[in-house]
Each structure stands twice: as structure tokens, then as C-alpha cells.
């Protein structure tokens, strides 16, 4: 059984910053890519970005030249940087693995005031 545990999310003004981070219950480097997802009130769940185990990043279009999704190797752990916040950017993320089956952590709420 794979656990994911995400941190980070908070209240944040248009226009700011905030870094998540996932740190996963084993080796980083074993998942076949991971990521992060969300899902605002009302909506279904989207994916926000993702990360093949070569390193190779995939954005969502809402998010791209915004968002940046990296891996801390010696930390064992995937992260979000978000830049230049929106409101539409509110709602709970997810982190996602993929090892013999998929995995999610529990959430984390990002909230954009504007």
C-alpha cells in the first residue's frame, strides 16, 4: 500500500504565490509518473501536472508558464510551485502516483482570494 502525503495549501491573494509538496511512503523514483490534480467546488477533478520518472513535465494549459512541478530527490519528495495565483485556481489538490495501480493523497486546500 502506497501512502501520500501532501502539505502547503492555504489562503493566498490573487496574484501570489504558494509551493506544495508530496511525500510518498516510498521510493520516489519507483512510481511510473506522478502528479498533481484538482478539484474545484462544483467541478470534476482536473489534472494540473504531471511528471514521468525520466523527469519530463505535462501542464495543463490553465496552468502552463504559472505552475512548475519538480521532484526533490534527496528529500523523496514531488512539488508545486504556483505563481501568479488566480481565483480559478481555488479548490483541494491532489497528489497522484502510478505503481502497479493509482494512488492519491488526501488533499490539500489552495484558496485564492481575490
Known amino acids: 500500500q502506497v501512502q501520500l502525503v501532501e502539505s502547503g495549501g492555504q489562503l493566498v491573494q490573487s496574484g501570489g504565490s504558494l509551493s506544495l509538496s508530496c511525500e510518498p511512503s516510498r521510493n520516489i523514483y519507483t512510481f511510473d509518473h506522478m502528479g498533481w490534480y484538482r478539484e474545484a ?8 501536472a504531471t511528471l514521468t520518472r525520466s523527469g519530463l513535465p505535462v501542464y495543463a494549459d490553465a496552468v502552463k508558464g504559472r505552475f512548475t512541478i519538480s521532484r526533490n530527490n534527496a528529500k523523496n519528495t514531488l512539488h508545486l510551485q504556483m505563481n501568479t495565483l488566480k481565483p480559478e ?13 493509482d494512488y492519491w493523497g488526501q488533499g490539500t486546500q489552495v484558496t485564492v482570494s481575490s
Open 41 to 48: 467546488p462544483g467541478k470534476q477533478r482536473e489534472v494540473v
Open 89 to 101: 485556481d481555488t479548490g483541494v489538490y491532489y497528489c497522484y502516483a502510478y505503481f502497479q495501480g
